[in-house]
């Protein structure tokens, strides 16, 4: 039900722009986020959007580097990722949540994507 794309190889300081497609939900009313997971670490909070994309929250690490976005119309969310750096290596997930109070909890989101794996290079 989403499909995360978009992600690749990229050297550190380079952007990147990852899309995640919807079916099978009335999308504009889940709350929409992005995830990650380097190797061997746990899954982490990446960003977030209301349903009608007017409130954002972001984790520290990614603030003013990274954007979401949303096109309830296209059905679909956006992670838009600059000056990249090697840490930012993971796979990236989107989830959805109809009802989402802590946003940087994955537990809180019940749909999730396959992922798409990012690999910057320093």
């Known amino acids: 039900q989403l499909q995360a794309s978009g992600g690749g190889l990229v050297q550190a300081g380079g952007s990147l722009s990852l899309s995640c497609a919807a079916s099978g939900l009335t999308f504009s009313r889940y709350i929409m986020g992005w995830f990650r997971q380097a190797p061997g670490k746990e899954r982490e909070f990446v960003a977030a959007i209301t349903r009608s994309g007017g409130s954002t929250y972001y984790a520290d690490s990614v603030k003013g580097r990274f954007t979401i976005s949303r096109d309830n119309a296209k059905i679909a969310v956006y992670l838009q990722m600059n000056s990249l750096k090697p840490e930012d290596t993971a796979v990236y997930y989107c989830?959805?949540?109809?009802?989402?109070?802590?946003?940087?909890?994955?537990?809180?989101?019940?749909?999730w994507g396959q992922g798409t794996l990012v690999t910057v290079s320093s």
């Open positions: 989830a959805a949540g109809p009802t989402v109070t802590y946003y940087n909890s994955r537990y809180q989101y019940g749909y």
